[in-house]
T-cell receptor, first 112, second 111 residues
Framework: TQLLEQSPQFLSIQEGENLTVYCNSS?????LQWYRQEPGEGPVLLVT?????EVKKLKRLTFQFGDARKDSSLHITAAQPGDTGLYLC????????????FGKGTKLTVNP | GAGVSQSPRYKVAKRGQDVALRCDPI?????LFWYQQALGQGPEFLTY????????KSGLPSDRFFAERPEGSVSTLKIQRTQQEDSAVYLC?????????FGPGTRLTVT
């Protein structure tokens, strides 16, 4: 059972465009993390959001955690070819377990 | 310091062979995790340790999978009698608090 649904699954855009990736669930998470993974490498942590309604900005990337802590979004402004990769959201479920539940990922391609 | 390292990076096994995958976590990290990532999918949890104690092994797909971390540092994931469906990337992560840092993974191909 996939607890985290990511959309879209694939996204191909031109350099300079804006985009938003969504991560949704019916479950509540104590925190949610966003990772970026390139081929042949492990996921690299981009950000962790903990508080409902929290917004974090990392240069051209804006991350938001839903008020109910069930969903999150990643917005990229003026995408660049270097942003190409697989974006994964992962949640820590409530109850004390440290294991992450991952979405299937969004494969982003930014064309020059 | 150095990140999480895994070895080997690539492993080809014939069906029925046993394999052992190694993970060296970031020094001082208490928790260590193993995930399995199939092609085109997100990672799926297998098991995790706090120091040498295996606290959750609910994700291990069968009793052919076994993990250990005897001294609370390096961990080994062992797969006995490999089958084709075991082909995947096996990722190791370590954490000190709740943020997990991943190694590059071991790509296992069972032929």
């Amino acid at each position: 059972t996939q607890l985290l649904e990511q959309s879209p699954q694939f996204l191909s855009i031109q350099e300079g465009e804006n985009l938003t990736v969504y991560c949704n669930s019916s479950s509540v998470f104590s925190s949610l993390q966003w990772y970026r993974q390139e081929p042949g490498e492990g996921p690299v942590l981009l950000v962790t959001v903990v508080t409902g309604g929290e917004v974090k900005k990392l240069k051209r990337l804006t991350f938001q955690f839903g008020d109910a802590r069930k969903d999150s979004s990643l917005h990229i402004t003026a995408a660049q070819p270097g942003d190409t990769g697989l974006y994964l959201c992962a949640g820590l479920t409530q109850g004390g377990s440290e294991k992450l539940v991952f979405g299937k990922g969004t494969k982003l391609t930014v064309n020059p | 310091g150095a990140g999480v390292s895994q070895s080997p990076r690539y492993k080809v096994a014939k069906r029925g062979q046993d394999v052992a995958l190694r993970c060296d976590p970031i020094s001082g990290h208490v928790s260590l995790f193993w995930y399995q990532q199939a092609l085109g999918q997100g990672p799926e949890f297998l098991t995790y340790f706090q120091n040498e104690a295996q606290l959750d092994k609910s994700g291990l797909p069968s009793d052919r999978f076994f993990a250990e971390r005897p001294e609370g540092s390096v961990s080994t994931l062992k797969i006995q009698r490999t089958q084709q469906e075991d082909s995947a990337v096996y990722l190791c992560a370590s954490s000190l608090y709740y943020e997990q840092y991943f190694g590059p993974g071991t790509r296992l191909t069972v032929t």
